[in-house]
């Protein structure tokens, strides 16, 4: 007799009893894969933490690798650092001006020794150290060469930032200053050998009025980037309905807009139709209580000799000393305006020493006219360095470094020296100092008895 009722009982204990054995099947296989993804996302976190150590490693060492490049130390010198290329020390002190960028324009050319806020404005390595010691030590100078062609134009400009003080090496030029509040325009000449003065913020212009080119070399007053704004450039910034009613022109505002903004910079200017655009040309010379305002005579003043060579000086002199009527009223601009330079002609005969020295209250910056030279510097860290200088090389000295320098050739050894002070130059020399110190204290020092420095003969005032 069938029983389904126990048929049906029976097959639920049959599947019931399948049914665990499938159930443990699947938790073993459950835990098994769970296990595989467990492995999974371990090598993924080890491969992961791989990558990420590598690259933190390479950026480790990409940020090193900047920072050593951007390392400054107080005194000016890039840190130095093993797997680093060194720059000689004497670049802080020298500046090669002829391997530097020549900036062309029109009418002739600028090159620059200075510092820039932009490392990658420097040429070299060398030049930037340079940069970099005038703008640490606070030198408030820079220097340029300025090279204008037979009729070009410094077009008129100002300095937001800077007095100029230039010195014209070749040629001759006519200058132009606009004083402040309607003064009026002072023109002069200049030659060769002569000195111009243009305070900052004066408007002012050189024109080339021979038919060699004119070679200035400029000093100003900023260890900062030079801040200049061009007459042409303050013209095409101004809005023309502003520049119309400004300047008051027949035609008004339409006249303005016939003005066209040259493609190519104009700082330096000598368009090639020169002679259709201008028909008449007078070169003026103001009186001389305008002029010697903004002109010194360098070639013509007084010689100062020294052994071994002459120095000749623009600057201030208390109380006038030494000086005539129009070398007076140069000697008082420079005195009234803040921030001036003291400038000065060094020749040093051939073979002949300008000796050890320092200044309490100058900078001292120079360019090499001609000859060949060397110079030493000691600093204030000890630091000392001796180079070769020759013809277009700029040297810098900072207030207080025992400097000299020395022709080692043929011929004279010629400079131009710019002094940060327009106040009267405070210097002491070597032998002055040395024979001003008691003998009892110099044998102390050197452990030599009293009676050898009575070698030393006493220097003749």
Known sequence: MDNQAFEMHGERIQS???????????ERKGNWSLMKIFLVCLLACVITTAIGVLVLALVYTTTTHIVKEVSITDDGATSTKPEEKSVDVKFQFLNHLPKSKVY???????????????????????????????????SSMTFGTLRIKGKGLRVPHWHFNANEHGYLQQGTAWIG??????????????????????????????????????VFLLFFTTHEELQTLDVDDAFFSTPEDIAARALKPQGGVNFIRTFKKQVEDQAVNLPPNLDELVKSAD??????????????????????????????????????????????IFSESLNKHENTL??????????QLGQPHFHFNAN???????????????????????FNIGIGDVIF??????????????????????????????????NDYFHATADHILAQIFFKEQDEFKKFPKSKK
């Not at 019931?16 to 699947?26: A, D, L, M, R, T």
């Not at 060769?192 to 021979?210: E, M, S, Y």
């Open 16 to 26: 019931s009893s399948k049914g665990k054995e499938w159930s443990k099947k699947e």
């Open 104 to 138: 062309n324009f029109p009418g002739g050319e600028i090159q620059w020794a200075r510092f820039r806020n932009d490392v990658n404005e420097y040429e070299n390595d060398e030049e930037m150290e340079f940069g970099k010691s005038i703008n640490n030590h606070r």
């Open 177 to 214: 200053v606009i004083g402040a509040d309607g003064s009026g325009v002072t023109t002069y000449n200049v030659t060769a050998g002569q000195v111009i003065f243009f305070p900052r913020n004066t408007v002012h212009w050189i024109k080339n009025v021979g038919t060699e080119d004119c």
């Open 283 to 328: 070169y003026v010379q103001s009186p001389d209580h305008q002029v010697w305002q903004y002109f010194y005579n360098l070639k013509g003043s007084r010689e100062y000799h020294f052994p071994g060579g002459i120095f000749q000086w623009a600057r201030y002199r208390r109380n006038s000393t030494g000086l005539n009527e129009t070398e007076k």
């Open 342 to 351: 003291t400038l000065a002609t060094l020749r040093i005969f051939n073979n």
């Open 364 to 386: 001292e910056m120079g360019y090499v006219i001609s000859g060949c030279g060397q110079a030493g510097v000691i600093t204030s860290s000890g630091a000392t360095s001796s």
């Open 397 to 430: 000295f900072p207030v207080g470094t025992q400097h000299y320098l020395k022709s080692i050739c043929d011929e004279d050894l010629l400079l131009i020296l710019a002094y940060s002070t327009g106040d009267q130059l405070e210097t002491l020399r070597m």
